[in-house]
């Protein structure tokens, strides 16, 4: 089976630095699709960069919560622009973080909405990153004619999951899932329906479990994790494949381009 990656930051150095072994290294883990988020005005450039020059990389463009209070109106314009004439597949990654400190939070809120403001005003999806703020941001998200999308690295309950599953989106999940200690998000990804699952690797964070301190995550690392996720499910390699790729597809559209 192959696997796709949809959530990637193959533009941090510690991939970028050798990244044609990286994306080497994920084919020949089976990989076949890798997304890769920007999050902040400057590292914009380099993510259409890397994906332009690879064909099983695709971008999303957007601004992450941890750099919000350094947004400007100008950068908004901008990343309007640059999501219709770069053909971005989502706006991401966006969202609000509750642990970035109170102070932080109204401005992360209005980068935010303004960002979703920007979703629907162009019919993309989004790639949320909602770390305990995921109320709140579900509460934003249903303001909106949203196209739907993915919430990354999802740890919500499962009232959570079932209204943003309802909205049409799909919820992530990486390695913290090869963790026997996470309980809880062990616990969604093996009850959640599985036609609300799509898989990430967040590289090069969150690390699975049988990667050493000093390595960095990579998309290869995605084949293992899937197997993680077969045992917890209970279904083949072949079943889960077919159904996180259409998951992968209905949560971000322009992916069909890597089956035509």
């Known amino acids: 089976m192959t696997w796709i990656d949809t959530h990637c930051h193959l533009d941090q150095p510690v ?46 463009l957007g601004f992450h919560p941890f750099f919000a209070q350094n947004i400007s109106e100008d950068d908004l314009k901008k990343l309007s622009f640059l999501l ?12 609000l973080d509750k642990f970035s400190g109170e102070s932080q939070l109204n401005i992360q809120d209005e980068v935010f909405q303004a960002q979703l ?10 790639i949320v990153h909602a ?39 799909k919820l992530g999940f990486g390695g913290v899932i090869s963790y026997e200690r996470a309980k809880h998000i062990r616990s969604l990804a093996q009850n959640l329906p599985l036609e609300s699952i799509v898989l990430e690797t967040d590289s ?17 690392q995605l084949e293992k994790i899937s197997q993680v996720l077969c045992h917890l ?25 890597l089956y035509t």
């Open 233 to 257: 499910r209970g279904v083949d390699a072949r079943e889960l494949g077919g159904i996180l790729k259409q998951n992968t597809i209905e949560a971000l559209p322009k992916l069909s381009k």
């Open 131 to 169: 770390r305990g703020m995921i109320d709140r941001a579900t509460q934003l998200i249903r303001k909106r004619k949203i196209k739907g999308g993915i919430i990354h690295a999802f740890n919500g309950s499962f009232q959570q999951a079932d209204q943003l599953i309802k909205l049409g989106f």
């Open 117 to 126: 403001d920007l979703a629907e005003k162009h019919d993309l999806p989004i």
């Open 15 to 60: 991939l970028s630095k050798d990244i044609q072994k990286v994306i080497k290294l994920s084919k020949e883990c089976n990989i076949e699709g890798i997304v890769v988020p920007s999050t902040c005005p400057s590292n914009i450039d380099e993510v259409i960069k890397i994906c332009n020059r690879f064909d099983m990389c695709f971008f999303a």
């Open 84 to 95: 219709i004439e770069h053909d971005a597949i989502a706006v991401g990654e966006i969202g």
């Open 204 to 220: 090069p964070d969150m690390k699975p479990a049988w990667v050493e301190n000093e390595c960095p995550n990579e998309p290869a």
